[in-house]
């Protein structure tokens, strides 16, 4: 914290960030309307990286309700990714186990 602050400080976003309702809904269901969600275990050996699938979701019609439901429940973050001196924009951040919540169809491919 305290190399943040001797960095950039710690006062208040100016400007501060915000998102309107339609702008979240405009730009959330254009990305996620339907998608495959894949999960899969990592193993190193050698240098390499060695991927085992696990499962695949298939994702589908998006619910912009259930987004600012996981909004007010904590389960989307806000990350304000502006590192080493250069801004790589404002992301939400899912946790992994609640993105099925996001969706009307959760299908097991």
Not at 25 to 31: C, E, P, Q
Not at 55 to 63: C, N, R, T, Y
């Amino acid at each position: 914290m305290q190399e943040v602050d001797k960095r950039i400080g710690l006062k208040e976003l100016n400007p501060q960030p915000y998102w309107g309702f339609n702008d979240l809904f405009h730009k959330a269901g254009t990305k996620l309307i339907n998608c495959f969600y894949v999960k899969a275990e990592v193993k190193r050996e050698n240098n390499f990286e060695y991927y085992y699938y696990k499962d695949i979701l298939m994702l589908e019609k998006f619910s912009f309700n259930n987004f600012l439901l996981a909004l007010e429940n904590n389960d989307i973050l806000v990350d304000f990714d502006a590192r080493t001196g250069h801004n790589h924009g404002t992301k939400f951040r899912l946790r992994q186990n609640k993105i099925e919540n996001l969706y009307q169809f959760v299908k097991i491919v």
